[in-house]
């Protein structure tokens, strides 16, 4: 397993570890006990990673990187999807060409 990976496993276990613990304490249990905000936040940082790739800006990017990939899990965590659907998703989708795939979509 790759570094990435392993680091996110850890990360995925960690956010899980927080659902249903003291809001006053826990940023990540607020956000896993509010969909709407959670979502709201993992908008916010895909809109700042954007913007640090747009202006070239690597270090920025970067850290925005970091901070989108933490909110995606803790949004993914709050709708109850695991990472293993994600990657059940990924799996169907290699060997397809990205055009063919959306057109597939309709």
């Known amino acids: 397993m790759t570094r990435f990976a392993n680091v996110i496993d850890r990360l995925a276990a960690t956010i899980e570890?927080?659902?249903?613990?003291?809001?006053?304490k826990s940023y990540t249990a607020q956000?896993?006990?509010?969909?709407?905000?959670?979502?709201?936040?993992?908008?916010?940082?895909?809109?700042?990673?954007?913007i640090a790739a747009a202006q070239g800006d690597r270090d920025a990017l970067t850290a925005e990187s970091a901070d989108l990939i933490y909110h995606w899990l803790v949004l993914i965590a709050?709708?109850?999807?695991?990472?293993?659907?994600?990657?059940?998703?990924?799996?169907?989708?290699?060997?397809?060409?990205?055009?063919?795939?959306?057109a597939a979509r309709g």
């Open 17 to 24: 570890s927080r659902r249903g613990g003291d809001t006053s």
């Open 78 to 102: 709050a709708a109850g999807v695991s990472l293993e659907e994600v990657a059940e998703r990924l799996e169907a989708r290699e060997g397809t060409s990205g055009l063919a795939e959306k």
């Open 31 to 50: 956000l896993l006990g509010d969909m709407d905000r959670a979502a709201k936040k993992m908008g916010e940082e895909a809109v700042e990673t954007v």
